[in-house]
């Protein structure tokens, strides 16, 4: 009985130290799967969210894989010409966070650089028109996230109710809402020219307008069968802008106005509108709780040049990986990882501004209100998505209109200088349209 005693302790010893090796070795396959690899991930300042989630995600993702990632943050009005000169020379980043669409003729050309993504699983979940934006000649090249982009007037509905004021319709009524609110001694609009990008909004979101002069309008200015001079919206809009500014309607100080202080002007009451997407308001909430803009602050389509057509821009910035890096199949995973519906929902939920993916299989935050608000409306694809050498002069523009506000330019040398700007582009490219 002893010895079978012993023996069975034996088994059951050798078993055990069995099994912790093992495991021991099982632990270790685990630890050296873990790469001792650096991913460099390049974007511009608005690529990637103010919140940090995607920074948070890639922590993750280092605890899982050991792969780092080292971003690398640009100032806007730099990126465009910065990742270029670093894509032809070689020395781009593993990942490029740049603006979509990349068909376009004046676009980055994305499909040049970066590596096919086709054969990836993860694309056939994104929406099709966000697959379009980060696609060329029928190929994949990119990931992108957010869900379609639309910018409203957001309002204080208090201050209207207040002044008994309703929704404008047209130019008119809106300065007569300005003028108004002005008088009562609000600052009606905070306008943030020190971004660059801001003020250009009311130009190129306002593509319906276009679209309404002729339906075939941006084809044919991709064809340069007409010229942007003929856009007669286009004049209007860049007078209308100059008008408020004269009139005061942006405050006094507004040149150097940041869109990072909107937040705070808004929720304080000191201006009445700012011009952003109907996620702003969860950024609001974040840092000003007490004000409820999900609650207090109401949305109407820009009304300038009479345009009552929303812009879309279905995908505006997207990732992709540059095929002379050393770590495709280890970018192809980070991608895979943002991928996965749980973070996909994590991503959503950690971006107090975003409302919805380009990921049919997550929910949007839209409330029911906001959902039959955006049914309600016209919508027409924006003008830098769909006409070339319109995006890639934005930050110019914003410049350009600057200088308007200055008295250094009239609205009628800006049109100019856009007009300018967009066929040397084009003649640059060797555009067949110009030649």
Known sequence: ??????????????????????????????????????????????????????????????????IKIDFQISPDAQWRDLIKVKLDSGEAPDIICVDTPIS???????????????????????????????SADGV??????????????????QIFEDLGLEV??????????????????VTPIYEATTNGWHQVLPLFETGGLWLAQDPDMYDK??????????????????????????????????????????????????????IAELG??????????????????????????????????PASNAYFINKESEYVDEAKQFFEFLARPENLQKRLDGQPELSALCWPEITSKYSEEDQ??????????VVQTSVNYIDSQWMDVGKDLEAMY??????????????NRRNEQAELQKDPGWE
């Open 140 to 157: 994949t090249y990119g990931i992108t996230f957010p869900g379609a982009k639309m910018y409203f007037y957001l309002y204080n509905k």
């Open 221 to 274: 200015l991709n064809a340069n069968e007409i010229g942007l001079e003929e856009v007669t919206s286009l004049k209007t809009i860049i007078e209308q802008l100059d008008e408020c500014a004269k009139l005061g309607y942006f405050g006094e100080d507004y040149l150097s106005n940041a869109v990072e202080n909107a937040k705070e002007a808004v929720a304080t009451g000191r201006c009445a509108m700012f």
């Open 372 to 381: 039959a608000f955006l049914d309600s409306l016209e919508k027409a694809n």
């Open 168 to 185: 404008p319709t047209n130019y008119e009524e809106f300065k007569n809402v300005c003028q108004t609110i002005l008088d009562s001694g």
């Open 1 to 66: 009985m002893k010895k079978n005693m012993k023996r069975l302790l034996s088994v059951s010893l050798t078993a055990a130290i069995a099994m912790s090796l093992s495991v021991g070795m099982v632990s270790t396959v685990h630890a050296d799967d873990k790469k001792n690899v650096t991913l460099t991930f390049g974007s511009h300042q608005s690529g990637l969210p103010n919140s940090g989630v995607v920074q948070d995600l890639a922590k993750e993702f280092e605890e899982e894989t050991g």
């Open 104 to 134: 376009l003729a004046s676009s980055i050309h994305m499909d040049d650089y970066c590596v096919d993504l086709s054969d990836q699983e993860w694309v056939s979940r994104m929406e099709e028109s966000a697959v379009s934006a980060v």
């Open 406 to 419: 200055t008295g250094a330019y009239t609205p009628d040398d800006v049109v100019e200088t856009i007009v």
């Open 280 to 313: 702003w308001r969860g950024e609001v909430d974040a840092d000003y709780p007490d004000f409820n803009a999900m609650e207090n602050l109401g949305a109407f389509v820009m009304p300038w040049g009479d345009n009552q057509v929303v812009g879309v821009n």
